[in-house]
């Protein structure tokens, strides 16, 4: 199998990218990039560190980031699994990129950016939710913004609203699969409605 190991080698296979795909590219927040990142109570934040890479989800019940200002998003880190990679990596390697996602829309908003973490009192203040606080805020600052082409989205019609799930295995399963059947199974999965409504913030 041949393998591209030359930029020039890949560009000539791909050509030069349209003027619009480069003159769409912001390099702080606009008034219509900012209608559109604060629709989004979804996004995939990418990291990079030592142990490699990780893409994580990340939502809310309003939009997923706020603005601090032009240049910067703060995102606060709620509650999941504790693994911590993706903040393991902010520690180490401060590079991060954000898709933004709203239902019903197959554009995609791109955030590429450094990032940092803070316990700072006040910012995690700004997130109380009933007396809950996230234990660390992602800052982010803004190095571009663009959005992505629509393809993608059109051609999985992820918005379709046709459910594929019903074959799919639960989390109990694979972590019976992967525990040879010490943990999980049926009693993870049953469990787990009511100790996610417990923890989800």
């Not at 003027?19 to 390099?27: S, Y």
């Not at 219509?32 to 934040?45: D, G, N, P, Q």
């Not at 203040?125 to 393809?151: H, L, M």
């Not at 379709?160 to 993870?188: K, Q, R």
Request: charged share 25%; net charge negative; glycine share 10%.
């Amino acid at each position: 199998m041949h393998k591209i190991g030359a930029i020039e080698e890949l560009e000539a296979l791909y050509g030069q990218p349209g003027a619009p795909a480069l003159r769409k590219v912001a390099t702080q927040m606009t008034p219509l990039y900012r209608k559109w990142i604060m629709s989004s109570k979804f996004c995939v934040l990418s990291t990079v560190g030592a142990r490699g890479t990780d893409g994580s989800p990340r939502g809310d019940d309003g939009p997923v980031v706020e603005e601090l200002d032009v240049h910067r998003l703060a995102m606060p880190d709620w509650r999941g699994n504790n693994r911590l990679d993706s903040l393991r990596n902010i520690v180490e390697d401060g590079r991060v990129s954000c898709m933004f996602m709203v239902p019903g829309s197959n554009n995609v908003v791109r955030v590429n950016g450094q990032a940092f973490l803070t316990d700072d009192a006040v910012l995690r203040a700004r997130f109380d939710k009933n007396g809950r606080q996230p234990a660390t805020v992602i800052v982010i600052q803004i190095a571009e913004i663009y959005t992505q082409c629509a393809r993608a989205l059109m051609r999985s019609a992820t918005w379709s609203g046709v459910d594929e799930s019903g074959d799919l295995p639960s989390v109990g399963e694979i972590l019976a699969e992967m525990t040879s059947g010490e943990e999980g199974g049926a009693p993870y999965d049953a469990a787990w409605g009511a100790r996610a409504a417990d923890t989800m913030w």
